[in-house]
């Protein structure tokens, strides 16, 4: 009786993190197609079938895309699509649980609860809707699924008794690479493997023992730096981003970059999908404060992990998975909430040890203190979903944060002429001239629409979707 009993608390955690994403995301299904998922998901022809896929081979993203072949086969639509983007987010939560675990045992603070606060954080904050609920989102989330499980592999195997070597060099190596070929942010994984040795203060920190156990995760990054770039579709990319920005000027943009993400942590009511920010490439003083915010807390957290390390993995894993979005190569769209993806455990980490904290010395307010914190999230989760039901109402919230976002203006007129509400259609594109005189797509669609050349007809009308001319 005693062993089922522990089975069953052990379990318990893991199964009420996953009932916690259901129920949040639970009106996610019924979210429509948005944005960049008309190009990426529905009209590009190399993730229709299997086939496609396979002969549109070798290309950038190779398993992203085949996710979205495997749902274009397996007839579901648009809910399928959000049904597996649901489900890859339940298994992040699952995933940064274990770790969470194991970083309680190796920093010897177990408690039985601060994990299960920190996943719960993660599931649940509505900064996530972005990677689970926007359908094309799904190279964040799966990238990170991905990465997790090379990194959950790769401690799992430093502590087995058995298989070690297959879990550690062998398994965790190729979960990271699938993690790569998903989407480029998992390139940060050996780094990661890097912080999770030095916080480990249950062992002697040994530089020659850690580069031992990381060392064919390097050498495989290594060399598919260099394949990557032997691929058109990515010297494409490199090109753009290096017309986009140069790396110094998109240095300094990323500095106001990240403040804005760092206040969708907590300004969770202003959400946006596509904020537009203004690009600010010399250093000003708001950028110099968050420079210096960085570098101290970077600093400290370095100077602290084997003594404080819970505190100082948690700063050092932001950092870490906030870099690939927010450094060296320029963005078409300076940021996107998607960014704070995996970044998010490090500050869900850091909010649930403080709650824990104080519930050392009062239980009733911390159980109290995270209840609320969870039920505010979820909630603001199930609300931020709706956003996602149908494009108008999606382009709608977009000009409500971002009024002087032209390109969303625009997108909210294709919907409405979607919805054959073309009156409206034409007030959002003259929105979009006055807001951005030299927006072209938004001038032509006003130009063809003064012509008389757009039907009048409803079939005419949802031939149409964001992002056209008309």
């Known amino acids: 009786m ?25 009106n996610a299904l019924q979210a429509s197609f948005q944005f960049d998922d008309w190009d990426v998901i529905v009209r590009d022809p190399r993730v229709q079938s299997l086939a496609a896929w396979w002969s549109s081979m070798p290309g950038m993203r190779p398993v992203l895309k085949l996710s979205y072949a495997l749902n274009h086969a397996s007839g579901f639509g648009v809910v399928g699509f959000h049904a597996v983007n649901i489900l890859i987010h339940a298994g992040n939560g699952l995933l940064i649980l274990y770790l969470m675990r194991h970083l309680e045992m190796q920093t010897s603070q177990r408690s039985g609860g601060l994990a299960f606060a920190a996943a719960l954080i993660f599931v649940l904050h509505p900064v996530q809707t972005e990677a689970v609920t926007y359908a094309s989102g799904r190279s ?34 190729l979960l990271m ?38 060392a064919l995760h390097w050498l495989l ?12 579709a990515y010297q494409r990319f490199l090109a753009t981003s290096l017309a986009t920005r140069s790396v110094a000027e998109n240095l300094v943009a990323q500095l106001h970059g990240i403040a804005y993400l760092l206040g969708q942590l907590l300004d969770i009511d202003h959400l946006n999908a596509d904020p537009a920010l203004p690009v600010l490439a010399t250093l000003d003083l708001d950028g110099s404060l968050v420079l210096a915010g960085i570098v101290v807390a970077a600093g400290m957290a370095l100077g602290n992990i084997r003594r404080f390390p819970l505190p100082a993995f948690a700063v050092l ?93 625009n997108n909210l007129g294709i ?56």
């Open 317 to 409: 894993w932001f950092l870490l998975w906030m870099a690939p979005g927010n450094s060296l190569l320029a963005r078409l769209d300076l940021v996107n909430d998607r960014q704070l993806y995996a970044a998010l455990a490090g500050p869900a980490l850091l909010l649930a040890a403080a709650i824990h904290r104080l519930g050392r010395q009062q239980r009733y307010l911390a159980v109290t203190g995270l209840s609320a914190v969870l039920l505010l999230e979820g909630f603001a989760t199930h609300l931020r979903n709706d956003v996602y039901r149908d494009e108008a109402g999606f382009w709608r919230n977009v000009v409500a944060q971002s009024p002087h976002n032209a390109r969303a203006w």
């Open 221 to 232: 990054l290594l060399a598919a730096v260099p394949a990557a770039l032997l691929l058109p």
């Open 2 to 26: 005693p062993a089922a009993t522990d089975t069953g608390s052990r379990w318990l955690p893991s199964l009420l993190v996953v009932l916690a994403v259901g129920i949040a995301w639970s």
């Open 177 to 214: 690479l699938l993690g790569i070929a998903t989407k480029e942010s998992a390139v940060m994984v050996p780094a990661i493997l890097l912080l999770w040795a030095a916080a480990d203060t249950s062992r002697p920190f040994s530089w020659r023992q850690v580069w031992r156990e990381s």
């Open 140 to 173: 964040m989330s799966l990238s990170t699924f991905f990465a997790l499980t090379s990194i959950a592999v790769w401690v799992a195997g430093r502590s087995a008794r058995q298989h070690a070597v297959i879990y550690m060099y062998v398994a965790s190596p």
């Open 415 to 470: 919907a409405l002429a979607t919805e054959c509400d073309l009156g409206r259609a034409e007030a959002a594109w003259r929105k979009a001239l006055a807001t951005d005189p030299g927006y072209v797509r938004a001038a032509v669609n006003l130009r063809l629409l003064d012509q008389g050349l757009l039907p009048e007809g409803l079939a005419p009308c949802r031939n149409l979707s964001p992002g056209d001319s008309l």
